[in-house]
Structure formats: structure tokens, C-alpha cells
């Protein structure tokens, strides 16, 4: 089976420490999406991109995070600098988007605590 | 106002029980409803679209209600594993693609 590549799986850091977490999507999936999850506010979308172009990351804290997908069999998400209040879970997943269908594969996830 | 909200749950049933869930969105261009399914510490894995005119699945069916802005889902004869989190995700018209998960509800199914 296809899978959706996540690294780390688990992160501890401490606070103002970078953090880059690396996703490689499914070959042949044109959208890769970038979510959050936490106890309080669930799965949030925090960007995604279609064909490597960033279509939306409104959802994103602008000043610390960026996400990035330098090429087709790589996206990443960067926390700079990095606090107790992005602990939570990152999951990378894609899809192959076509009008009437959005199926996703989720990847296993990024857990990160940051202390 | 969240753009799609789910009863957190949890809800507490007996083997063989009917359940049903439901799920609001307020965004009246959405175009495409699915329903996940998420084990604890896992990923989402989808579970089945929900169609405008219903669908069925095995045990599971899934309903559109358009006028009102909701889905629900309908798992008939419980089982034990069906122990997890189901999340209802709503994608907008338009060919972004871009999907919005609801909070998810939980469901403990007891012996």
C-alpha cells in the first residue's frame, strides 16, 4: 500500500528551539495539506499546497511556522522559535484532487512536545 | 463558530447497539462530506463518503441533509471494534481541494 512518509514520528524540544518536521507524499498526489491536532481545538488545517504551490496557509501562525514543498517527494513544516503551545500532533496528508473526489492519506503523524 | 461541529461525546453504547452521530457545517458551498475514522494515537483513515442521496456501507450509513447543513452516520449492531473517534470532514466547492474536519465524536462500545 501506498503510504504518506512522516518524520520526525516523536519530538521533544524546548521552548525557541527550531523544529522542522518533513512529510513525503504519496507519488502521483498533486495536494498535500498540513493539519494540527489537539484535545482542545481537533484536526486544524493549517496549509496545503497543490502541484508544490502553496495554495492557502491562512490557518498558519505567520511568524513562527512555514511550510514549504521544495519538491514533488517533499513537503516541510518549520516552527521557529518554538513554544509550550504548539505541542500537539502534525500530520502531513495528500491526495489526488480531481473535481468530485478528495480522498486523503493521512501520514502517522509528527508528535511534538515542546517544554 | 467553528465551520463544522461535531458532539464530542463520548458516547457510551452496549454491543449491538444502534448509534448515530451527526455533524453541522455552516459554509452552504460546501460540495463534498466524508466521514474518518481515528483509533487512538493514530492517523484519520477515511471511512466512506456521504453522497446526496445516502449510502450504505455494512453496518454504517451516511446521510446529507442539505437544507439543514448536516451528515450524520448510523452505525447498526455495534461491535467492540468500533471503539474510536469519527470525524466528519467537509470540502468546499471550487477544485482546491481544501478539507475541514470537525472536532470528531467518540464512541465506546462496552461488552
Redesign the interface.
Known amino acids: 500500500d501506498a503510504r504518506v512518509t512522516q518524520t520526525p514520528r516523536h519530538k521533544v524540544t524546548e521552548m525557541g528551539q527550531e523544529v522542522t518536521m518533513r512529510c513525503q507524499p504519496i507519488l502521483g498526489h498533486n495536494?498535500v495539506?498540513w493539519?494540527r491536532q489537539t484535545m482542545m481545538?481537533?484536526?486544524e488545517?493549517l496549509a496545503?499546497f497543490?502541484n508544490r504551490a502553496p495554495?492557502?496557509d491562512s490557518g498558519m501562525p505567520k511568524d513562527r511556522f512555514s511550510a514549504e514543498m521544495p519538491d514533488a517527494t517533499l513537503a516541510t513544516l518549520k516552527i521557529q522559535p518554538s513554544e509550550p503551545r504548539d505541542s500537539a500532533v502534525y500530520?502531513c496528508a495528500s491526495?489526488l484532487?480531481l473535481?468530485?473526489?478528495?480522498?486523503?492519506t493521512?501520514?502517522?503523524?509528527s508528535r511534538l512536545t515542546v517544554l | 463558530r467553528k465551520e463544522v461541529e461535531q458532539d464530542p461525546g463520548p458516547f457510551n453504547v452496549p454491543e449491538g447497539a444502534t448509534v448515530a452521530f451527526n455533524c453541522t457545517y455552516s459554509n452552504s458551498a460546501s460540495?463534498?462530506f466524508?466521514w474518518y475514522r481515528q483509533d487512538c494515537r493514530?492517523?484519520?483513515?477515511?471511512l466512506m463518503?456521504v453522497y446526496s442521496s445516502g449510502n450504505e456501507d455494512g453496518r454504517f450509513t451516511a446521510q446529507l441533509n442539505r437544507a439543514s447543513q448536516y451528515i450524520s452516520l448510523l452505525i447498526r449492531d455495534s461491535k467492540l471494534s468500533d471503539s474510536a473517534t469519527y470525524?466528519c470532514a467537509v470540502?468546499y466547492s471550487g477544485?482546491?481541494?481544501?478539507?475541514?474536519?470537525?472536532?470528531?465524536t467518540t464512541l465506546q462500545v462496552k461488552p
Do not use: H, W
Open positions: 495536494t495539506f493539519y481545538q481537533g484536526l488545517l496545503y497543490r495554495l492557502d500530520f491526495g484532487v473535481p468530485g473526489a478528495n480522498v486523503l493521512f501520514g502517522a503523524g | 460540495q463534498s466524508f493514530k492517523e484519520p483513515k477515511l463518503s470525524l470540502r477544485n482546491t481541494g481544501k478539507l475541514i474536519f470537525g472536532q470528531g
